[in-house]
């Protein structure tokens, strides 16, 4: 990407895509269990871990579906290729959420009413708050991108800050044309062509971590904190 600054086009990384670059990193340094999964596919998670508990396939996701419906939304139907109907939007879900799920999910099986699972999801929900120990989540945040009546706030604030990452120099955006040769098809020049731009700079980063929120999400727990906060700046130098 790019972005004007100081009156002269610049090269441009998004902090998102950066973030994501990091993130790819993290299993590398620290504990799956650690680690939050961002995906719409949370009724499918949560079924799967139901069965591995013995429930029955169906009432699984069933049951499931009934639950995220209620506290995140879900797709009115399913996808041909799915078993599962998907969150309404993407979710940067904890570990902690998911097992609260996966009760309230079970609750729903052995018949209990809904309304009754929805009180005691809205208590775990408040009772978790924002500190948990899932660390991705912690230092990046989430916002849940859909409209939903559930009366807890889902949203949470990132304990670090990440800088797009902007070229201290002014650049030039190329063009470069290309093709690919079809070897068995006769008479056809190019399979496939196109136009990609291209630009080559050195890139200015910066960030910042927010200790004492980390430490308030992460439970007070030191020596997470500290591998957390190593693995952060780790990977920010080194992630591409």
Known sequence: KTATFGGVQ??????????????????????????????????????RELVRNGADE???????????????????????????KRAKALFFLTRQELEILCRASQRVIDGEEIKE???????DFKELGSSF????????GRMLASDTKFPVSLDVEAAAQVAHAISPHEITREFDFYTAVDEIEEGVPAGMLGVTEFSSSTMYRYACVDVDMLEERLGSRDELVRETIQTFVQTFVTSM
């Open 133 to 140: 120990s899932t660390v991705d989540v912690s230092l990046f």
């Open 117 to 123: 699972v929805k009180k005691s999801l809205v208590s």
């Open 58 to 84: 169906q009432q699984a996701i069933e049951s499931a579906e009934e639950v995220v419906k209620n506290v995140i939304g879900v797709e009115d139907k399913k996808k041909d290729d799915v078993s599962a």
């Open 10 to 47: 610049r090269q441009r990384v998004s902090s998102q895509s950066w973030k994501r670059a990091m993130r790819e990193e993290f299993p590398k340094f620290l504990n799956e269990e650690n680690l939050g999964i961002r995906t719409r596919e949370i009724p499918l998670l949560v079924a």
